[in-house]
């Protein structure tokens, strides 16, 4: 079973993350941020990954510093749940639609973060969650997770369909890159020998 248990404490946050990326999907989540609770839940519902996060933050000042630092404990506990990568696809990609939106999400397991993030959100706030807080979570998890993604969202007219289009296919593409590869048999997908 791949899977970890990071608590990150700071001044300005509180965080544990469980992972296990062998999982069914399962999740649970108390971070103060619902729609962010309901993006994670589409990771870990279409990920097949089992996620429990709580957070306490300082939401009395915005959800910048909460989002940003669930990130960064994800991506901790990310990295330390996939371990040497070993036998695993390495890559992953989806498309993934919801009505009039259209989301592309590819991963790949480099060792190497970056992110290139082009969504163009119709508007700035849904509900009370902060459009500009999701290129803060996914800035933190590939920092500390060590991958390279790209997402774009490739077309959409509402924004809850927007976001929800890429957290699905990030959760798609994650499944795909951490799958065992049976034709790698343990061997490292990198002709470098590490990633």
């Known amino acids: 079973?791949?899977?970890?248990?990071?608590?990150?404490?700071?001044?300005?946050t509180q965080i544990t993350i469980s992972i296990n990326l062998d999982g069914?999907?399962?999740?649970?989540?108390?971070?103060?941020?619902?729609?962010?609770?309901?993006m994670l839940d589409q990771v870990?519902?279409?990920?097949?990954?089992?996620?429990?996060?709580?957070?306490?933050?300082?939401?009395?000042?915005?959800?910048?510093?909460?989002?940003?630092?669930?990130?960064?404990?994800l991506g901790q506990a990310f990295a330390q749940a996939?371990?040497?990568?070993?036998?695993?696809?390495?890559?992953?990609?989806?498309?993934?639609?919801?009505?009039?939106a259209l989301s592309r999400v590819v991963v790949d397991l480099s060792g190497r973060p970056g992110l290139e993030f082009s969504v163009d959100f119709t508007r700035a706030m849904i509900g009370t969650f902060d459009v500009d807080l999701f290129h803060e979570f996914f800035q933190g998890f590939v920092?500390?997770?060590?991958?390279?993604?790209?997402?774009?969202?490739?077309?959409?007219?509402?924004?809850?369909?927007?976001?929800?289009?890429?957290?699905?296919?990030?959760?798609?593409a994650l499944r795909m890159a951490t799958e065992p590869d049976p034709r790698m048999a343990g061997t490292m997908p990198s002709t470098k020998g590490s990633l």
């Not at 079973?1 to 300005?12: G, I, K, Q, Y």
């Not at 069914?24 to 309901?38: C, R, V």
């Not at 429990?52 to 939401?59: K, P, R």
């Open 143 to 172: 920092n500390h997770a060590g991958v390279t993604l790209h997402i774009d969202n490739l077309k959409g007219n509402n924004a809850h369909h927007q976001a929800e289009t890429v957290f699905k296919a990030f959760g798609r």
């Open 24 to 38: 069914t999907g399962k999740s649970q989540f108390q971070t103060g941020l619902p729609f962010l609770d309901h």
């Open 44 to 73: 870990a519902r279409h990920g097949l990954i089992d996620l429990d996060i709580v957070a306490n933050g300082d939401l009395h000042i915005d959800g910048h510093h909460t989002a940003e630092d669930i990130g960064i404990t």
């Open 1 to 12: 079973m791949r899977h970890a248990t990071v608590t990150r404490n700071t001044l300005e």
């Open 82 to 100: 996939i371990g040497d990568k070993k036998g695993v696809r390495r890559y992953g990609h989806a498309y993934v639609p919801l009505d009039e």
